[in-house]
């Protein structure tokens, strides 16, 4: 079975440019998270999907950043203009259910991303 | 803010040395988990410890829990160079949104 695969494994843009990133979680997770690590910090929290539906996006920085979930299945992640502070590494992992009982994520290998 | 703190923030040790890595986080929990990021990859679960439970064993990984003091401890015991990497302790809410520390990275010299 495949896991969380990400697109593009690194992206090196200028300031201002648009980036997209993609994140297919594994078949038949609802859930599904993107996180980042800024470099040396930690990582954080950005949102979280079930199915389609935003559950949770306190974590998004502003309105520079743009997520998607059509139909459930894989999400897209844009920063638009992005800006020297995005560079970092976004993770997307995805779980079955959520609620009180765990669920382990399962993360994808994520995305580099460089703001030149 | 961080909900768990990790230090020390490096360590390194030899092959053969066990390795040490505590953390702290600051509410309530159900659970805490580590995780291990190896240079250029994903995050990897390692181990998961429930709120009622005091000490947990996965191979060669020992993980400690005081709710009490509201930490953890990881121990990587026989390391070894593939154990190179950054681990990160989180704890989850009710969603599932995992919440980490800022990570210890460990380098396993041979």
């Known amino acids: 079975e495949a896991g969380v695969t990400q697109f593009p494994s690194h992206s090196v843009i200028e300031k201002g440019q648009t980036v997209t990133l993609r994140c297919d979680p594994i078949s038949g997770h609802d859930n599904l998270y993107w996180y980042r690590r800024v470099m040396g910090k930690e990582i954080k929290f950005l949102l979280h999907f079930v199915k389609e539906s935003k559950q949770d996006e306190s974590g998004m920085p502003n309105n520079r950043f743009l997520a998607e979930r059509t139909g459930g299945t894989y999400s897209t992640l844009k920063v638009q203009p992005a800006e020297l502070e995005d560079s970092g590494v976004y993770f997307c992992?995805?779980?079955?259910?959520?609620?009180?009982?765990?669920?382990?994520?399962?993360f994808g290998p994520g995305t580099r991303l460089t703001v030149l | 803010s961080q909900q768990g703190e990790e230090d020390p923030q490096a360590l390194s040790i030899q092959e053969g040395e066990n390795a040490t890595m505590n953390c702290s986080y600051k509410t309530s929990i159900n659970n805490l988990q580590w995780y291990r990021q190896n240079s250029g990859r994903g995050l990897v679960h390692l181990i998961l410890i429930r709120s009622n439970e005091r000490e947990k064993h996965s191979g060669r990984l020992r993980v400690t829990l005081d709710t009490s003091k509201k930490s953890s401890s990881l121990l990587i015991t026989a390391s070894r160079a593939a154990d190179t990497a950054s681990y990160f302790c989180?704890?989850?809410?009710?969603?599932?949104?995992?919440?980490f520390g800022a990570g210890t990275q460990v380098v396993v010299t041979p």
């Open positions: 989180a704890t989850t809410d009710s969603w599932g949104k995992l919440q």
């Open positions: 992992a995805s779980s079955q259910e959520s609620g009180d009982s765990y669920n382990e994520q399962f």
